[in-house]
Nanobody, 125 residues
Framework: VQLQASGGGLVQTGGSLRLSCAVS????????MAWFRQAPGKEREFVAG????????YYADSVKGRFTISRDNAQNTAYLQMHSLNSEDTAVYYC???????????????????WGQGTLVTVSS
């Protein structure tokens, strides 16, 4: 299984970006997907997750109302649409996948067996 994250870049405060995570190698429909991020000097943290059924998404409190996770099972791709970005959103963003996670496991990095290479998001003031 390979995950390819893309879409990061430099954006001004208040701006928007959309990250993509293309998955290959296994049936995308069976994967729970998530985005994590890691800022310099900080631990990796959960940002958003969505289960394989593409039902209710889950968000960290810090991004709720600003970020939207989605998936396109026909394109084997997950997305993270980010709005109203601020300096605290500056981080390397990683997409992650694992087969059919239970609800209680969605927010934990240790639940995911497959990771993308990370894409850097830098928010400037």
């Amino acid at each position: 299984v390979q995950l390819q994250a893309s879409g990061g870049g430099l954006v001004q405060t208040g701006g928007s970006l959309r990250l993509s995570c293309a998955v290959s190698g296994r049936t995308f429909n069976s994967f729970s997907m998530a985005w994590f991020r890691q800022a310099p000097g900080k631990e990796r943290e959960f940002v958003a997750g969505i289960r394989e059924s593409a039902g209710r998404p889950y968000y960290a409190d810090s991004v709720k109302g600003r970020f939207t996770i989605s998936r396109d099972n026909a394109q084997n791709t997950a997305y993270l649409q980010m709005h109203s970005l601020n300096s605290e959103d500056t981080a390397v963003y990683y997409c992650a996948a694992n087969n059919r996670l239970v609800l209680t496991a969605i927010r934990s990095a240790s639940s995911y067996g497959y990771w993308g290479q990370g894409t850097l998001v830098t928010v400037s003031s």
